[in-house]
């Protein structure tokens, strides 16, 4: 039998951590900043940040840069402007990411420096706040996901029959947390004056927009409204999980959730009430008191009340309302939904369009298989195999299409590159095409 791997001095330091804000509900955590300031902890966070694969923020430096400069060295000097307090933030980059409902998303990404300072405090913050976070959050905690999530609230209403659910939406939740309730949160549990006051500057970060290599726009709509957190920064999502838990504390202190027998499972920004029949207008009414609250606003058009199982709301990438089994029998169910199918299918159109005709089979082979492993692997509960079927299909004659675009060859490639061809010669990914594959995919 194997041993375990012992724990680091880091991981040692953070297990202290989590035990005494567990064992200690109460206690406020007074000094905190020099353990910020190890460098097991800024190794760590540096290694954490560097697998996340990110590229440069505002001043263009680059992992590839400071690794040429020495990673050690460089370490050593954040580790000293940590120290000494002379550490100055420099501001986000601004992109903007499509939203699958054909908007755009900001995100703004940090300078590195910023990135492995900000994940050396969540690194050091989250083991306190994990023993306070209620277990119906499931977004950006260890050991819990989004498919947990999913089974949660399949659950409350397959077993509990709580089947009228509201299945609601914030704007811009990220973007619209109040500044001074949000530390309040933090400070309930945190006393370090010098922690507080960097994650104050943090999520007040100044923004700017490159149009080229010239900046075309600098805004400080965070520090002039004392509203958001920085999304794509280190620091958002726990700052986000802290303030979602507000929402949850209210409605089990209000008597919500036992009263009108409504549960909620969250995850990051996206939520759903799970509540008996006959009280889900009530529950409506009295989320939409609290969030506003807190401050929070909430998106009338895509929120709304779901009576199973003659309806069905979407959550998580899944579609949870009425299936049928072979024999006709109706009963609730979860499979993936359109939007989630379109989405990958859009990804297998990218990465097989004319753009990468210079690129060798095997490269769109292996980015095709991590795309589609990647999805199959969330989407396997349910009845799945229509949908694999759809997206191995569409997949197969994508790929056949671009090899004789790419070889300059005539038709469509139905007969040059048949689906054998695919699978056997360049290794193409083959989805399971029926419950004994899908049963052994699982294991």
Same mark, same amino acid.
């Given at each position: 039998?194997?041993?375990?791997?012992?724990?680091?001095?880091?991981?040692?330091?953070?297990?202290?951590?989590?035990?005494?804000?567990?064992?200690?509900?109460?206690?406020?955590?007074?000094?905190?900043?020099?353990?910020? #300031?190890?460098?097991?902890?800024?190794?760590?966070?540096?290694?954490?940040? $560097?697998?996340?694969?990110?590229?440069?923020?505002?001043?263009?430096?680059?992992?590839?840069?400071?690794?040429?400069?020495?990673?050690?060295?460089?370490?050593?000097?954040?580790?000293?402007?940590?120290?000494?307090?002379?550490?100055?933030?420099?501001?986000?980059?601004?992109?903007?990411?499509?939203?699958?409902?054909?908007?755009?998303?900001?995100?703004?990404?940090?300078?590195?420096?910023? $990135?492995?300072?900000?994940?050396?405090?969540?690194?050091?913050?989250?083991?306190?706040?994990?023993? /306070?976070?209620?277990?119906?959050?499931?977004?950006?905690?260890?050991?819990?996901?989004?498919?947990?999530?999913?089974? $949660?609230?399949?659950?409350?209403?397959?077993?509990?029959?709580?089947?009228?659910?509201?299945?609601?939406?914030?704007?811009?939740?990220?973007?619209?947390?109040?500044?001074?309730?949000?530390?309040? #949160?933090?400070?309930?549990?945190?006393?370090?004056?010098?922690?507080?006051?960097?994650?104050?500057?943090?999520?007040?970060?100044?923004?700017?927009?490159?149009?080229?290599?010239?900046?075309?726009?600098?805004?400080?709509?965070?520090?002039?409204?004392?509203?958001?957190?920085?999304?794509?920064?280190? #620091?958002?999502?726990?700052?986000?999980?802290?303030?979602?838990?507000?929402?949850?504390?209210?409605?089990?202190?209000?008597?919500?959730?036992?009263?009108? /027998?409504?549960?909620?499972?969250?995850?990051?920004?996206?939520?759903?009430?799970?509540?008996?029949?006959?009280?889900?207008?009530?529950?409506?009414?009295?989320?939409?008191?609290?969030?506003? %609250?807190?401050?929070?606003?909430?998106?009338?058009?895509?929120?709304?009340?779901?009576?199973?199982?003659?309806?069905?709301?979407?959550?998580?990438?899944?579609?949870?309302?009425?299936?049928?089994?072979?024999?006709?029998?109706?009963?609730?169910?979860?499979?993936?939904?359109? %939007?989630?199918?379109?989405?990958?299918?859009?990804?297998?159109?990218?990465?097989?369009?004319? $753009?990468?005709?210079?690129?060798?089979p095997e490269e769109r082979v292996l980015q095709l298989n991590r795309i589609v492993r990647g999805w199959a692997n969330y989407f396997n509960q349910g009845p799945v195999l229509s949908e694999y079927r759809k997206i191995q299909g569409y997949m197969n004659r994508r790929l056949q299409l671009w090899l004789v675009r790419k070889f300059k060859q005539r038709g469509r490639g139905y007969r040059q590159y048949p689906d054998n061809t695919l699978y056997e010669k360049y290794g193409l990914i083959k989805l399971p095409a029926n419950r004994a594959e899908l049963s052994r995919a699982k294991t």
């Amino acid at each position: 039998m194997s041993l375990a791997t012992p724990l680091s001095s880091f991981e040692k330091l953070q297990n202290a951590l989590h035990v005494k804000a567990k064992t200690e509900p109460k206690y406020r955590f007074y000094s905190l900043w020099d353990k910020i #300031c190890r460098s097991d902890v800024l190794s760590a966070a540096y290694d954490r940040c $560097r697998a996340n694969k990110g590229v440069a923020g505002f001043d263009g430096v680059s992992f590839d840069d400071i690794e040429k400069q020495g990673k050690e060295q460089w370490l050593g000097t954040l580790q000293a402007e940590l120290r000494d307090k002379t550490y100055k933030l420099q501001p986000l980059l601004r992109v903007w990411i499509p939203k699958a409902n054909g908007g755009q998303r900001p995100l703004g990404i940090a300078t590195i420096k910023d $990135r492995v300072a900000q994940l050396a405090c969540m690194l050091i913050l989250e083991p306190i706040f994990e023993a /306070d976070l209620p277990p119906n959050q499931y977004g950006f905690r260890r050991s819990l996901d989004a498919k947990l999530a999913l089974r $949660r609230a399949f659950y409350h209403i397959t077993k509990y029959g709580r089947t009228e659910v509201v299945d609601a939406d914030l704007s811009d939740y990220f973007s619209s947390i109040p500044h001074g309730p949000l530390m309040k #949160c933090v400070s309930r549990r945190i006393a370090d004056g010098q922690i507080l006051a960097i994650l104050k500057l943090w999520i007040e970060m100044p923004v700017v927009e490159r149009n080229g290599r010239k900046l075309s726009r600098i805004t400080t709509e965070a520090k002039d409204t004392h509203r958001g957190t920085p999304q794509g920064s280190p #620091c958002s999502p726990l700052l986000a999980n802290l303030y979602f838990r507000r929402f949850i504390l209210a409605w089990d202190k209000f008597g919500y959730s036992e009263e009108l /027998d409504a549960k909620i499972v969250n995850y990051a920004d996206d939520f759903v009430i799970c509540i008996r029949p006959g009280s889900g207008e009530q529950a409506m009414k009295s989320m939409r008191q609290l969030m506003n %609250r807190l401050g929070l606003q909430i998106n009338e058009k895509k929120t709304r009340l779901v009576s199973l199982p003659t309806g069905e709301f979407d959550f998580l990438g899944y579609t949870v309302g009425r299936q049928y089994k072979l024999q006709g029998q109706p009963f609730i169910g979860t499979k993936p939904s359109k %939007r989630s199918v379109q989405k990958v299918m859009a990804k297998i159109h990218d990465e097989t369009s004319v $753009r990468w005709n210079m690129t060798t089979p095997e490269e769109r082979v292996l980015q095709l298989n991590r795309i589609v492993r990647g999805w199959a692997n969330y989407f396997n509960q349910g009845p799945v195999l229509s949908e694999y079927r759809k997206i191995q299909g569409y997949m197969n004659r994508r790929l056949q299409l671009w090899l004789v675009r790419k070889f300059k060859q005539r038709g469509r490639g139905y007969r040059q590159y048949p689906d054998n061809t695919l699978y056997e010669k360049y290794g193409l990914i083959k989805l399971p095409a029926n419950r004994a594959e899908l049963s052994r995919a699982k294991t």
